[in-house]
């Protein structure tokens, strides 16, 4: 990723999973699971802080969960309640000390602290409490929300709780931990998923509700915009709410691309939701051709859909190697071109002489698009058609979705016939919003990386952006 990456958001996004679990035996193992179906949300380190009641335990590393756990050191996480992340960076990673959950001692007790999401006032709020004695051991949103809670020294915990909360901006999923009690909170626009489920009497959150099903559990609800819900050690729960107007601005890229196919999101499957704009993508940009391919893996979906409605057959046009991080990891240009040839290889015998539609679900920095063509071409491929299931991105994400920034966003800079020219392709059509949100069935979402209207003022990054002239 390139300089400019560094003006526009200079702290490591937080494109992370969350998985919590409460009065349910040998907690730990059962993070150890959540935190494994929630993988793909982050992949460069992963920790669990658990509770015995009496003691505090904290394991945490970089790299995969079936890396950094074992039998052995997951028998000293003792306790039935525990909290876990998995932690996905995006520039260099900040090593081990951005690694969550953080566990702080306090003399008002010690308080494990995870979240998922990106607060976008960290800056200020970083600087106005260094102003007032605060020294922070990581660059980590996190550590600025305990120390916010910390502050006024309030005797009643959940009063600082809500106070420390409505000073955070942007989007946020948080799980908090003490000796005997589970804090679970979401932001007020409700940009991250969250869901609560049970498990033998006791309780499970995750950032997404394909953990439930690996663990065992059952759906009990998603939590809602601006809640704070309290477990105690008897299983009794409290909901409050630390904000009065709250507003259900789901982030549009979980659907898409993000989460996993068979999550429920705010009541809606994943999968189902995406195989939904395949069809729309196929009603608004129609064109002939032999067979429909996906781009492996989270494009399959959408392809199905664009299938069905089109009739036009899907086939297995392209594999993906499995042992290949995501391309969006590897640091530089060249070496993202690399990988994407490292990653997919076309199937000779499917495409050759045909004319093929690709199915993707976004297009970001066109890197992806423009080799697959390049690949699909030389695999013999007649024609090669891209349709994209998202709307074109055309704005940077501030609430801690990789989704680049304005010089690397490819639609930012140019028209979809500029872009057409430059991945060589002989259509390329994207879903419109309206189509879009039509097929989601949906009738709001985060969608400002299509549209550039945030739902929350964006401080120093607009700062930033206004500098180049472009916001
Ligand atoms: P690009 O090659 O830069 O155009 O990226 C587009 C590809 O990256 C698509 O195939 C998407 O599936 C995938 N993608 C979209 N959003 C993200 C993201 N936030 N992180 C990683 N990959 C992504
Ligand atoms: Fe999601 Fe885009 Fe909104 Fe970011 S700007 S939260 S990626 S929809």
């Given at each position: 990723m390139g300089d400019s990456y560094i003006l526009y958001d200079d702290k490591f996004n937080e494109e992370c999973g969350v998985f919590g679990a409460i009065n349910v035996s040998n907690a730990s193992e059962v993070i150890y699971y959540g935190l494994h179906a929630l993988q793909h949300r982050g992949q460069e380190g992963c920790g669990i802080v658990s509770s015995d009641l009496n003691e505090m335990y904290k394991l945490k590393g970089e790299g995969l969960v079936t890396e950094v756990f074992n039998e052995d050191n997951l028998s000293n996480l003792l306790g039935n309640m525990a909290i876990g992340h998995v932690r996905y960076s995006t520039?260099?990673?900040?090593?081990?000390?951005?690694?969550?959950?953080f566990l702080f001692k306090h003399h008002t007790g010690d308080f494990g602290l995870c979240h998922n999401g990106n607060i976008v006032n960290s800056n200020e709020l970083r600087r106005f409490l260094e102003i007032q004695g605060s020294i922070f051991q990581s660059t980590s949103d996190s550590e600025i929300f305990a120390h916010l809670i910390k502050k006024d020294n309030q005797t009643n915990r959940v009063e600082a709780i809500k106070q420390a909360l409505n000073r955070l901006e942007g989007a946020f999923a948080f799980l908090a931990m003490t000796r005997d009690k589970l804090y679970i909170m979401r932001d007020k626009n409700s940009l991250r998923p969250l869901s609560i489920g049970t498990l033998n009497g006791g309780y499970v959150v995750s950032?997404?509700?394909?953990a439930f099903e690996v663990v065992g559990a059952k759906f009990l609800r998603d939590v809602l915009p601006g809640e704070v819900i309290i477990i105690d050690e008897k299983s009794n729960i409290t909901s409050d709410f630390y904000a009065q107007k709250t507003y259900k601005n789901m982030c549009a890229m979980e659907y898409i691309y993000?989460?996993?196919?068979d999550s429920d999101i705010e009541g809606i499957n994943v999968h189902t939701s995406r195989k939904e704009t395949g069809r729309a993508l196929a009603r608004e940009n129609p064109v002939d051709a032999d067979i429909i391919i996906w781009v492996p893996d989270s494009s399959v979906s959408a392809a199905l859909g664009y299938s069905e409605e089109s009739k036009i057959p899907a086939e297995m046009g392209l594999i993906k190697n499995r042992y290949v991080g995501r391309t969006f990891i590897t640091p530089s240009q060249k070496m993202r071109e690399k990988g994407v040839k490292m990653k997919l290889s076309p199937v000779r015998s499917i495409v050759n002489g045909k004319r093929v539609i690709v199915v993707d679900d976004s297009m970001v920095r066109g890197t992806t698009a423009k080799k697959i063509i390049q690949l699909l071409r030389d695999a013999g491929a007649k024609e090669v058609h891209l349709r994209i299931?998202?709307?074109?991105?055309?704005h940077p994400c501030f609430y801690g979705v990789d989704t680049s920034t304005y010089d690397e966003l490819i639609m930012a800079r140019c028209s979809i016939n500029e872009v057409k020219e430059m991945i060589k392709a002989d259509s390329l059509a994207y879903i419109s919003v309206e189509g879009f949100l039509n097929a989601m069935g949906?009738?709001?979402?985060?969608l400002s990386c299509f549209t550039g209207n945030y739902p929350t003022y964006i401080y120093q990054d607009i700062q930033e952006a206004n500098k180049d002239g472009k916001f």
């Open positions: 520039n260099g990673g900040g090593g081990i000390e951005n690694v969550q959950p950032s997404e509700t394909c993000f989460s996993r196919p299931a998202s709307p074109p991105i055309t949906r009738s709001q979402l985060c």
